[in-house]
C-alpha cells in the first residue's frame, strides 16, 4: 500500500481505487492537505481536519458515508501517519470532542459526528487505530441536560435513546480514550467504551446522574461494575462521587496516568505503536478480549482457540513468524 504525503483532499485513504473514486465524486466539497509533520511529532505526517458545518441535532441518526467530512461542528479531526511509508494501515485517526464552552457535552449532534468520523477512520485502510479525547478542560462533562430535560417517557422509550452509542463498540479498530479532565456521567460511559484508558494528571471521572434523579443509561451501571467490582461501582453510582485519575488507575478503570501536558502525544505515540502490528490479528485481539466478557470461560477459551488457527491462513502470520526467526523487524501487510 503507498501512502501519499501530499494529498489534494482532506479524505482518508484506501487501497481500492474504485472506492476511493466513489469518495471523490460523492464528496466534491471535501479537500486535504498533509504536512509532513508537526512540532509535536517530528517523525509523524499529520492531515488536519478542521472547520465546521451545521449538523442538525436531531433525534434520527442519519445513515453514513465512509468517507471523513471536511467539516464537523463538534469534533475535530485529525490523521498521524508513520514517517515509514512502507507501513502498511500505520496511521492513527484522532477524533477531539470540540464544544469547548459545554465542556463536550454530548449532545445528539455532538455523537453523530463522533459515530460519523469513528466510521470514516474504520473505513480508511492507513488507519490501524484510533484516539479519543477531549478539547479545553474536559473529555466530556456528560449528556447535555438541555436537550433532555423537557422530554418525556414516550418520547426517549420510542426514540430508544442512547441505543446509539453502542455503534462505537462495533469498531474493530483498537480506540484508545486520552481522558484529559471531566469524564462525568455520559462523559464517563463513552470512556468506557474505549479499548485503553489512558488519564491526563487533571482527569476525574464519575457517574453523577443519581444527582438529577435519574441512573446513568448509557452502560454506567453495566461497564463500570466488570471494571472495578461492584462495591466500588455501586459507591460511585449511589453517591455521584468523583474519583480522581489515581484512584480510577488503582481502581482498574484506566492503565496509566500521563501528565496532561503530553498526554495525546502519548496516547497517539501508542496508537501508532499499535498499528504498525499486523492489522488483523489486532482486530482479532480486540474481538476476543470484549467477548471474553460475554462468554463462559470454556466457550471463550474455544472462541480464543478457533481465532488463533484462523490467523494461520494469513500473509502476516508467515511473515511474523518468518522476521522472528530471520531476526528481524516484520513488514505486515494486514493480509
Not at 130 to 150: C, H, L, Q
Request: charged residues 20%; contains cysteine; proline residues 3%.
Amino acid at each position: 500500500m503507498i501512502v501519499l504525503r501530499s494529498l489534494s483532499r482532506r479524505l482518508p485513504f484506501s487501497s481500492s481505487t474504485a472506492r476511493l473514486a466513489k469518495a471523490y465524486s460523492a464528496s466534491s466539497a471535501a479537500r486535504l492537505t498533509t504536512a509532513s509533520g508537526s512540532a509535536e511529532h517530528p517523525s509523524i505526517s499529520s492531515r488536519p481536519i478542521r472547520a465546521s458545518v451545521n449538523t442538525p441535532a436531531s433525534i434520527a441518526f442519519r445513515t453514513f458515508s465512509s468517507s471523513l467530512k471536511e467539516n464537523y461542528e463538534n469534533v475535530l479531526v485529525e490523521s498521524r501517519l508513520p514517517e515509514n511509508s512502507d507501513i502498511v494501515g500505520g496511521g492513527v485517526g484522532i477524533v477531539t470532542l470540540h464544544r469547548p464552552k459545554a465542556l463536550n457535552a454530548l449532545s445528539d449532534a455532538l455523537f453523530e459526528d463522533l459515530i460519523h468520523a469513528l466510521r470514516a477512520f474504520e473505513d480508511d485502510d492507513a488507519i490501524g487505530c484510533i484516539v479519543i479525547t477531549g478539547s479545553g478542560k474536559a473529555f466530556a462533562a456528560g449528556a447535555d441536560i438541555s436537550e433532555m430535560s423537557k422530554l418525556e417517557f414516550a418520547t426517549v422509550y420510542k426514540m430508544n435513546m442512547f441505543a446509539q452509542w453502542a455503534d462505537i463498540t462495533k469498531i474493530s479498530k483498537p480506540i484508545i480514550g486520552a481522558i484529559n479532565g471531566f469524564a462525568l456521567g455520559g462523559g464517563c460511559e463513552l470512556a468506557m467504551t474505549c479499548d485503553i484508558l489512558l488519564a491526563g494528571s487533571k482527569a476525574q471521572f464519575g457517574q453523577p446522574e443519581i444527582n438529577l434523579g435519574v441512573i446513568p443509561g448509557a452502560g454506567g451501571t453495566m461497564r463500570l461494575i466488570r471494571a472495578i467490582g461492584k462495591s466500588k461501582a455501586m459507591e460511585m453510582i449511589l453517591t455521584g462521587n468523583r474519583i480522581t485519575a489515581q484512584e480510577a488507575m488503582d481502581a482498574g478503570l484506566v492503565s496509566k496516568v500521563i501528565d496532561s501536558e503530553i498526554l495525546v502525544d502519548e496516547a497517539i505515540k501508542m496508537g501508532l505503536g499499535i498499528a504498525e502490528k499486523g492489522g488483523i490479528a489486532v482486530r482479532m485481539c480486540k474481538e476476543a478480549v470484549n467477548a471474553a466478557e460475554e462468554m463462559t470461560l470454556g466457550e471463550g477459551l474455544k472462541f480464543e482457540r478457533r481465532l488463533f488457527h484462523s490467523l494461520f491462513s494469513t500473509k502476516d502470520q508467515k511473515e511474523g513468524m518468518t522476521a522472528f526467526l530471520e531476526k528481524r523487524k516484520p513488514n505486515f501487510t494486514n493480509e
